[in-house]
């Protein structure tokens, strides 16, 4: 199968932020450093709301691009498997509007680089049947310890 490149499935544009160290970043910008940073540590309760990032993509376009990009495959491939290829920043935006999760808030999910989602469609909705799987790499993630605290 020929593969296909489709910018709607690009990274998310983090613009200044993009390409920078966190310690760069805060030197840089510390007010939106810790804006970001205070939104990145908030409950999932907590209504707070992502920060706009300077030259950065809203979460307004990236939802856009979700929806022309889900609109574009459904009807391109209708009834057939296919792979995606993403990155993981816009892979969680994803999974966040196929869950019923506003993107501007902070999105609980993690994924692990070459891992497995499987999206299916019925009826024109998403169900999400496998989420992050790393079984393939023939390397266990040690999901009894904590990598992040």
């Not at 009834?79 to 509007?97: E, N, R, S």
Request: proline fraction near 5%.
């Amino acid at each position: 199968m020929e593969i296909q490149t489709d910018p709607d499935l690009a990274e998310v544009d983090f613009g200044d932020f993009s390409n920078i160290r966190f310690d760069e970043l805060e030197e840089k910008h510390p007010e939106l450093f810790n804006r970001f940073n205070s939104f990145m540590l908030s409950h999932p309760d907590q209504e707070s709301a992502r920060p706009e990032l300077p030259n950065g993509e809203s979460m307004a376009d990236i939802e856009s691009r979700i929806k022309r990009l889900t609109n574009r495959l459904l009807s391109d491939h209708h009834g057939q498997c296919i792979a995606v290829v993403t990155h993981g920043a816009f892979l969680k935006c994803l999974a966040a509007y196929y869950s019923g999760i506003s993107l501007s808030r902070r999105l609980p999910y993690w994924f692990e680089n070459a891992s497995l989602t499987i999206i299916d469609f019925y009826r024109g909705l998403p169900v999400i049947r496998c989420l992050n799987d790393t079984g393939h790499l023939g390397e266990a993630i040690r999901y009894f310890s904590p990598r992040l605290l």
